[in-house]
């Protein structure tokens, strides 16, 4: 199986920061790689698809780069809005999985 | 697009579940449909994958042999039949279309495997 390693775990941020969120696979993935946020309670929302293809609906400050086994997500400006957990996820070859998840939070 | 989960609910260890995800405003059978489940307070968990035809299907090895995945097209529903329920089965489970990433998800259904 192809694991997905994230970092950091736990980011801390103000509004206004540009942060960044890396994703590792452990074997080449391609661009098959997707990006979500999920808020408490609900569920995990696409923001990026294809590594770097933003969602329809994603704010443009929102970016994710990368191919092959390393991958970021960027968020230019922060938001109050996007204090959230993020996942990644890889889509190469059946069986899918998951990153272990990114906590945004307030600094 | 909406997706709606049922029939999650406590059941004891060893026992058996059977979800629905009913489907509207697509297409279903044009759509790859997945399960993914979260236990509490962890992240994601990708489990099962079926094709738009239902010709193929694939399974995390943490529910391989106990889980089967189906759909009924003409019916819009998506299943996910859990047999040998242990308490790490207990989580959230939601169903997801696929579409370059899992692009809409149900609310999710609550299972809970307790003694």
């Known amino acids: 199986d192809i694991q997905m390693t994230q970092s950091p775990s736990t980011l801390s941020a103000s509004v206004g920061d540009r942060v960044s969120i890396t994703c590792r696979a452990s074997q080449s993935i391609g661009n098959w790689l997707a990006w979500y946020q999920q808020k408490p309670g609900k569920a995990p929302k696409l923001l990026i698809y294809?590594?770097?293809t933003l969602e329809s609906g994603v704010p443009s400050r929102f970016s994710g780069s990368g191919s092959g086994t390393e991958f970021t997500l960027t968020i230019s400006s922060l938001q109050p809005d996007d204090f959230a957990t993020y996942y990644c996820?890889?889509?190469?070859?059946?069986?899918?999985?998951f990153g272990q998840g990114t906590k945004l939070q307030i600094k | 697009v909406q997706l709606v989960e049922s029939g999650g609910g406590l059941v004891q260890p060893g026992g058996s579940l059977r979800l629905t995800c009913a489907a509207s405003g697509f297409t279903f059978s044009s759509y790859e449909m997945n399960w993914v489940r979260q236990a509490p307070g962890k992240g994601l968990e990708w489990i099962s994958y079926i094709r738009g035809t239902g010709t193929f299907t694939y399974y995390a090895d943490s529910v391989r042999g106990r889980f089967t995945i189906s759909r009924d097209n003409a019916g819009n529903s998506l299943f996910l039949q859990m047999n040998s329920l242990s308490v790490e089965d207990t989580a959230v489970y939601y169903c997801?279309?696929?579409?370059?990433?899992?692009?809409?998800w149900g609310q999710g259904t609550l299972v809970t495997v307790s003694s």
């Open positions: 294809k590594a770097s």
């Open positions: 997801a279309r696929e579409d370059y990433g899992l692009d809409y």
């Open positions: 996820q890889q889509y190469n070859t059946y069986l899918y999985t």
